[in-house]
């Protein structure tokens, strides 16, 4: 299985939760949104020739070919 090690800093992604009231958090919490990426680095495209597959329940799926 393929792990990269790389975690973006402070939970940085390319898309946002906003953390808004309803299923996974209450109108009492207050927590800010996660940081948008804003700088690229060349590792973050170092990904691998054949990417492991999951279903949605995280498990393993071999390719048919």
Do not use: A, F
Not at 13 to 18: A, P, V
Not at 43 to 54: G, K, N, R, S, T
């Amino acid at each position: 299985m393929y792990e990269s090690g790389l975690n973006m800093i402070e939970h940085q992604g390319l898309t946002i939760n906003w953390k808004e009231p309803g299923l996974h958090y209450s109108k009492n919490d207050v927590i800010k949104p996660d940081p948008l990426l804003l700088d690229w680095k060349p590792e973050y495209e170092d990904l691998p020739e054949h990417p492991v597959i999951v279903d949605v329940n995280g498990n393993e799926m071999i390719p048919q070919s």
